[in-house]
């Protein structure tokens, strides 16, 4: 049997632990959560960016491994682009 794609996981550079204090450097955990963490903060402050086509993790403050393709079974279809004219 072939292997299960690991999930997409991230860790903090430790030279860039000054910008994320709240994340602890060179530790594997999912992207998406440390993403959500992330922006999280950068919301939760007064003068907070816009964040618009960007990605939440800075691929230069961040290492990445395991999958990064989305899952398409979990895509939604419209009604419209199944039923039958």
Known sequence: MGEQPRAREARLRPEFAGLYPYLTPGVWEPAAVLADRVMASILGRP???FISKERA???AHF???GSHQRL???RRVRLEDT???
């Open 47 to 49: 003068n907070a960016r």
């Open 57 to 59: 993790l800075d691929p």
């Open 63 to 65: 290492d990445f491994r």
């Open 72 to 74: 398409t079974s979990r």
């Open 83 to 85: 039923a039958p004219e």
